[in-house]
C-alpha cells in the first residue's frame, strides 16, 4: 500500500520548522568566522537546529515512509510508540538547543536521551523489515547510513561526557554524519525516489549496478572517514576520490533513468531544486579537498555552506515539495471518488518557480559574502533574501497541511482498502 505515512509527514514537517530556527540561529552569531570557540552558545545550537532538527528529523521521516511503502506494511507497531517517537524527537532537539543556548548542560543531556531513544524506536521499526521480501534499494542505502548516525550519536555523546576515550570533537562528528549518513541517504533517495518523482521508471538492467554502487559507496565513506579522522593525507585522498568516483556512478544512472527515458518527465519542478542544488553541493565538496584550515577561514565557511545551506538544503526542500504533497494527497484522497483534486494541486509548481530560484540566487549572494572576506553586507543582503524564500515555502507547505487537515475527517483510513472500509461499513 504505497500511501503517505501519517508520522512520517509530522516528523519531516517538523524537520523543516527546524530549518527555520536553524536560520534565526545562523543570522545570530555575532562573528561569521567562528569555527572552535563558542559564542553565547550559538554555534552548538545552531548546529543541532541543523543537523538534528533540520537534516535530521526530515531524514528520518523520509525514511520512515520508504521502509513502510516499499515493503508493503500497514503500519508501524505498536501504535503508542508512534506519538512517543516524534515527540521524543522533538522535545530533544528543543531541550539541546535550549540547554546550548542557555549554557545548561543538564537541559542538552536530557535532549540528547530523547533523541537517543528516538533513534532506538526507529532502528527497532526499520531493522527487521530487511528480513521482508520486498526489501530492496533503497533500502540498503537508508540501513547502510543508519550505521553512521548511530557512530555519529555516539560521538556526540562522549562530547557530552568531556570525551573520557579521547575520540570525538567537532569535525569527526561534522564529517561521520555528512559522509557517512546523510551522503548514503541522499544517494539511495535519488537514484530510487527522483526517477519515480518524476514519472520514470528505472532500467531493470541497472539493478545490478546499483547493489554494487550501494557497497562501493559504502566502503568509500569508511575509508574517506578513517583518512580524516587519523589525519592521514594518503588515506583521505584515496577515499576522498573513491566518493567522488561514487558521486560520478550516481550521476550516470539517474542520466540513464531520466534523461534516456522515453518517457516524459513530470513535475520538473523537482529538478529544479535537485539540479543546481547538486552543483552546488559538488562544488562544497570539492572545497572540501581544499585547505579548511587555512589562515583567512573562508575557505571553511564557504565549503560548509555551499555544502549545506546551499546544495543539501535546497535539495531536501525540492524534496520536501514532492514527498508530503504526496503523502497529504494519498492519506487525504486515497479512495475517494470524484474529488477534482489531483497531487499536482498540491505541488503547485507556479510558486515553486519563483522559490527555486530565488533560494538558489540568494544562497548564491550567502557564499560571496563568506568569500570576500566576510562581507557583512553582501551576508545580510543574501540571507534575508533566502530566509524570505523559505519563508515564502513555509505559507506554501502550511496551506497544503491545513486544506490536508480539513479533508481528513472525510479520508480512508491510511492502512485500510477501500474495499475493506466499504466491507466495515456492510
Known amino acids: 500500500m504505497f500511501r503517505g505515512e501519517p508520522w512520517a509527514l ?7 520548522l527546524f530549518f527555520i530556527v536553524t536560520l534565526m540561529l545562523g543570522t545570530m552569531m555575532p562573528g561569521v568566522m567562528i569555527t572552535n570557540s563558542v559564542v553565547f552558545g550559538v554555534v552548538p545550537a545552531h548546529f543541532t537546529a541543523a543537523f538534528l532538527g533540520w537534516i535530521g528529523l526530515v531524514i528520518l521521516g523520509a525514511q520512515l515512509q520508504f521502509f513502510r511503502a516499499i515493503t508493503a506494511e500497514r503500519r508501524y507497531e505498536p501504535e503508542n510508540l508512534r506519538p512517543i517517537y516524534w515527540g521524543f524527537a522533538t522535545l530533544g532537539v528543543l531541550l539541546m538547543i535550549g540547554g546550548d543556548l542557555l549554557r545548561h548542560g543538564w537541559m542538552v543531556v536530557l535532549g540528547l536521551v530523547f533523541y537517543s531513544i528516538t533513534i532506538v524506536i526507529h ?3 526499520i531493522i527487521p523489515k530487511i528480513k521482508n521480501k520486498l526489501f ?5 542505502y537508508l540501513l547502510g547510513s543508519h550505521v553512521f548516525l548511530v557512530t555519529g550519536m555516539i560521538l556526540i555523546w562522549l562530547q557530552v561526557l568531556n570525551d573520557p576515550l579521547g575520540l570525538a570533537d567537532n569535525f569527526e562528528i561534522i564529517h561521520v554524519l555528512t559522509i557517512g549518513w546523510i551522503s548514503l541517504n541522499l544517494q539511495g533517495a535519488l537514484i530510487r525516489a527522483l526517477p519515480m518523482f518524476l514519472g520514470q521508471v528505472i532500467d531493470r538492467s541497472m539493478r545490478q549496478w546499483i547493489d554494487r554502487h ?8 569508511i575509508v574517506l572517514l578513517a583518512g580524516l579522522i587519523t589525519s592521514q593525507s594518503i588515506i583521505t585522498w584515496i577515499g576522498g576520490t573513491l566518493w567522488l568516483l561514487v558521486w560520478l556512478w550516481v550521476v550516470v544512472l539517474l542520466f540513464r533513468s531520466i534523461f534516456l527515458s522515453k518517457r516524459s518527465i513530470e513535475y520538473p519542478a523537482t529538478l529544479w531544486f535537485i539540479g543546481p542544488g547538486l552543483l552546488f553541493l559538488a562544488f562544497g565538496a570539492m572545497l572540501g579537498f581544499h585547505d579548511a584550515e587555512a589562515a583567512s577561514g573562508f575557505p571553511r565557511a564557504v565549503h560548509i555552506h555551499s555544502s549545506l545551506l546551499v546544495g543539501l538544503s535546497i535539495i ?3 524534496a520536501i515539495n514532492r514527498i508530503t504533497s504526496f503523502q497529504m494527497f494519498t492519506l487525504a484522497y486515497t479512495g475517494r471518488r ?3 483534486v489531483a497531487v499536482s494541486d498540491f505541488i503547485k509548481e507556479k510558486y515553486m518557480r519563483v522559490i527555486a530560484p530565488g533560494l538558489l540566487i540568494s544562497g548564491f549572494v550567502v557564499l560571496l559574502g563568506f568569500a570576500r572576506a566576510a562581507s557583512r553586507p553582501l551576508m545580510l543582503l543574501g540571507i534575508t533574501g533566502y ?3 523559505v519563508l515564502i515555502f513555509g505559507i506554501y507547505l502550511l496551506r497544503n497541511y491545513i486544506h490536508y487537515r480539513q479533508q481528513m475527517k472525510f479520508a480512508i483510513p491510511y492502512d485500510k482498502k477501500p474495499s475493506e472500509v466499504d466491507n466495515d461499513a456492510k
Open 123 to 125: 532502528s527497532f521499526w
Open 10 to 16: 509530522n516528523t519531516i514537517l517538523t524537520g523543516f
Open 136 to 140: 530492496k534499494f533503497p533500502l540498503n
Open 316 to 318: 531536501m526542500i525540492g
Open 338 to 340: 470524484d474529488t477534482g
Open 387 to 389: 530566509v524570505l524564500f
Open 214 to 221: 550501494f557497497v562501493f559507496s559504502f566502503v568509500s565513506n
